[in-house]
């Protein structure tokens, strides 16, 4: 069966601390994986698209890796800011004949001053 | 540049009535998704429009599920009637090109209630 899972459910952190926040995922055949920011009340924001060849990708503050082997993929946050507080979704991509992507469930991150 | 539009931003109906959602992409994509999330459980995918053609319609729940895209730009989808486990938050997205197959950019959503 083809899930995204991802972990931790929610995390609280402190400002200015790094967190890492996991997603596994049982997609096959597997094509990319992304990473979105949710803010409460608006649509997804993509931070990073990850290819199968790709084992890291950095984004200002946000560095995502990927194991296509273990089928794992990792979001890390550096220097945590209030405004990071959001839902953090990860989001798989069949190869398939039409264009098949799997949301994962999400993690909450709350920064907390 | 304008980003992807829904309107209304809130529905609240009771179980029978019919409700329509409206989705402006952003101008020139032409990749239009429809995507909803039930409470407590992940996005899903509904449909997907390559200008008014529907590509993949295989995440419509059932035939109460009506989406158009009269001449390529901006999309409905209708419920017609409404069931209660319809309630949830209706996304839409769109793309320049496939992007990689991912939606590029999302709307703010529409939450319906269905009383």
């Known amino acids: 069966k083809n899930q995204v899972e991802q972990s931790p459910q929610s995390l609280i952190i402190l400002e200015g601390k790094n967190c890492t926040l996991q997603?596994?995922?049982?997609?096959?055949?597997?094509?990319?994986l992304r990473w979105y920011k949710q803010d409460t009340g608006r649509g997804p924001v993509s931070l990073t698209i990850?290819?199968?060849?790709?084992n890291t990708k950095s984004n200002g503050r946000y560095t995502a890796t990927l194991d296509a082997d273990t089928k794992q993929s990792s979001l890390h946050i550096t220097a945590s800011q209030l405004s990071d507080s959001a839902s953090y979704i990860c989001v798989v991509r069949r190869e398939t004949s039409y264009d098949k992507v799997i949301f994962g469930p999400g993690t909450s991150l709350s920064v907390i001053p | 540049e304008a980003g992807v539009t829904q309107f209304p931003s809130h529905s609240v109906i009771e179980k029978g009535q019919t409700v329509t959602l409206r989705c402006d992409p952003i101008?020139?994509?032409?990749?239009l998704y429809w995507y909803r999330r039930v409470m407590g459980k992940e996005i899903k995918f509904l449909l997907h429009?390559?200008?008014?053609?529907?590509?993949?319609e295989s995440g419509m729940p059932n035939n109460r599920f009506l989406a158009e895209r009269t001449g390529g730009t901006y999309s409905t989808l209708k419920v017609q009637p409404a069931e209660l486990e319809d309630s949830g938050v209706y996304f839409c997205?769109?793309?320049?090109?496939?992007?990689?197959?991912?939606?590029?950019?999302f709307g703010p959503g529409t939450r319906l209630t269905v009383l």
């Open positions: 990850m290819t199968f060849s790709e």
């Open positions: 997603c596994n995922y049982t997609v096959s055949p597997f094509s990319n």
């Open positions: 997205a769109s793309s320049q090109g496939l992007a990689g197959g991912f939606p590029q950019f």
């Open positions: 429009f390559v200008k008014e053609s529907k590509q993949d």
């Open positions: 101008s020139g994509h032409d990749n």
